[in-house]
């Protein structure tokens, strides 16, 4: 389990005081995949690596295991670091070496005798599916192999967490599902607990069981992502969930609601319903619903008539029916 508590992060610069990280507080349980999300400078890169001390916090604590790392020896520190891999947005593989010798590399930093290694290293590689590009360099390889020899290499020394900074910003879609199939696969059949830092929803929509949204250095909101996404509390996670640069038709009908659905309230025709039984013209200006675990969640924005004992129909209906629903300014 990786603990932090009351966490945070400041740079010094040449007049001022730079405040990455403020009173951050988080649990994250063995064995789940943990989302953390956010736009650029929001301090999601700066919180991954204060996990494993890449990045030494100002203030709090990180508890991995139970053990403080700030109270740690170096020696100590550098042990318990090989519980815990990393993958990078830019791959950081190294050129000069071969896919084998990249897998490897880890493990001979931890002493590990190379016949063992290069064992050790095959199997990394037939995992992620690379097992015949051992003798290729990275020049040689897609963008996506590369981070796929760059997950080998993080499961090389066989650690209990993964920390992904932004590992599929740099891939196109398709290969981005292929990636996160396969964090996917490795927490499921090797158990191992992955921490994703990114700032796409359809990451954490794809692969994660919580999330945590951190907005200027500090938490906004936390929880399961079917919660989050379907109720978002905060101003930034609604921004991220529907971002605003994707407008609502323009039209000169009058009051605009969202209807929000989640789980119990999907099914079923609601908006036929609802037409049909207040005999009111209602316009359906957006939408999107997605599934996650078998639930439905999303939103539809409509707008209702003009009319005000029309809308006011309406409006009971929706009440009446138990879907959430709120004002669109």
Request: proline share 3%; aromatic share 4%; with cysteine.
């Amino acid at each position: 389990m990786i603990e932090l508590k009351h966490l945070g992060k400041t740079y010094q610069a040449a007049d001022k005081e730079i405040v990455a990280l403020e009173d951050i507080n988080l649990t994250i349980q063995d064995g789940e995949i943990f989302g953390i999300i956010g736009l650029s400078g929001a301090g999601k890169s700066t919180l991954v690596r204060c996990i494993n001390l890449l990045e030494t916090p100002s203030s709090g604590e990180v508890l991995v295991d139970g053990k403080s790392l700030t109270r740690l020896s170096r020696k100590e520190l550098l042990k318990l670091r090989q519980s815990i891999g990393m993958i990078f947005q830019g791959f950081n593989l190294l050129e000069q070496r071969t896919v084998l010798r990249n897998v490897c590399f880890p493990l001979e930093i931890a002493g590990v005798p190379r016949k063992e290694a290069q064992k050790r290293a095959r199997e990394m590689l037939e995992l992620v599916g690379l097992g015949d590009r051992a003798g290729s360099y990275p020049s040689q390889l897609s963008g996506g192999q590369k981070q796929r020899v760059a997950i080998a290499r993080a499961l090389a020394t066989n650690p209990r967490y993964i920390l992904c900074d932004e590992a599929t910003s740099a891939l196109d879609p398709n290969t981005t599902r292929s990636i996160l199939e396969l964090l996917r696969q490795i927490n499921e059949e090797l158990g191992v607990t992955i921490v994703v830092i990114t700032h796409e929803m359809k990451v954490i929509d794809q692969i994660c069981d919580r999330v945590a949204v951190i907005d200027h250095s500090h938490i906004a909101e936390e929880g399961k992502v079917s919660e989050v996404f379907t109720n978002p509390r905060s101003e930034i996670a609604r921004n991220l969930i529907i971002p605003k640069e994707r407008t609502v038709l323009e039209t000169e009908g009058g009051q605009r609601l969202r209807l929000i659905f989640g789980g119990e309230t999907t099914s079923g025709p609601h908006i036929a319903e609802m037409i049909l039984a207040c005999q009111a013209p209602v316009s359906i200006l957006q939408a999107s619903t997605k599934e996650l675990d078998g639930v439905i969640y999303g939103y539809t924005i409509i707008e209702l008539p003009t009319d005000q004992h029309q809308a006011d129909k309406v409006l009971v209906w929706l009440r009446n029916s138990g879907i959430k629903f709120e004002e669109v300014g």
